[in-house]
Nanobody
Framework: QVQLVESGGGLVQAGGSLRLSCAAS????????MAWFRQAPGKEREFVAA????????PYADSVKGRFTISRDNAKNRLYLQMNSLKPEDTAVYYC???????????????RGQGTQVTVSS
């Protein structure tokens, strides 16, 4: 079992930055790949970024490439998402996910957190 708790969301103006954090507990943190997803009202879940167990591979959605950075600290059991140059269309609930399948495709997951709201005003 893996428990995930996100934090760091909030209201920010367009062009601003936020850093999301995901605290993990349960199984050894370094034993599973992780990802960030987001879901806006009335829209389907959208993959944002993923990271392998060691942090070597970090694929991104085209919509966030060059603006967002995913990272992890295996010593602190933490996953991060640094979001820069935020746009109103980035507004969504962001959640972290663990134990990924179908890498490079749908990034299905076994565990997810409750999410944190990010709102970007224009």
């Amino acid at each position: 079992q893996v428990q995930l708790v996100e934090s760091g969301g909030g209201l920010v103006q367009a062009g601003g930055s936020l850093r999301l954090s995901c605290a993990a507990s349960g199984r050894a943190f370094s034993s599973y790949a992780m990802a960030w997803f987001r879901q806006a009202p009335g829209k389907e879940r959208e993959f944002v970024a993923a990271i392998t167990r060691s942090g070597v591979l970090t694929p991104y959605a085209d919509s966030v490439k060059g603006r967002f950075t995913i990272s992890r600290d295996n010593a602190k059991n933490r996953l991060y998402l640094q979001m820069n140059s935020l746009k109103p269309e980035d507004t969504a609930v962001y959640y972290c996910a663990a134990e990924l399948r179908n890498w490079g495709s749908t990034y299905d997951f076994t565990y997810r957190g409750q999410g944190t709201q990010v709102t970007v005003s224009s």
